[in-house]
């Protein structure tokens, strides 16, 4: 029984144990995820195939997943179209 509780209290600190990000990187997630787009940890991936290591970051569609926000802001200008409306970043809202 004790077994259990010890592995049910193992989960419960893996799962409230949450990865420190930079500025930069909480920046880069609060723009994914204001976007309507995916932050998670995976390895980097362009057009469906693994071009890096496993990273934070964002993923605009099932065929890409970006490591830096200057990656995937080229990414959102090439896909949606450049020219700023109104966004604090330079691209593009999605409203």
């Known amino acids: 029984m004790k077994l259990i509780y010890f592995f ?20 880069f997630r609060e723009l994914c995820l204001t976007k309507g787009h995916q932050w ?9 195939v693994l071009t890096g290591p496993a990273c934070y970051g964002c993923m605009p569609d099932a065929k890409n997943h970006l490591c830096t926000q200057n990656d995937y802001e080229e990414y959102y200008s090439k896909t949606f179209g450049g020219g700023s409306s109104g966004s604090t970043t330079g691209m593009p809202d999605d409203t």
């Open 8 to 27: 049910i209290l193992v989960l419960f600190v893996i799962a409230c144990t949450q990865q420190e990000l930079t500025q930069e990187q909480s920046s």
């Open 40 to 48: 998670m940890k995976m390895s980097e991936m362009e057009e469906g």
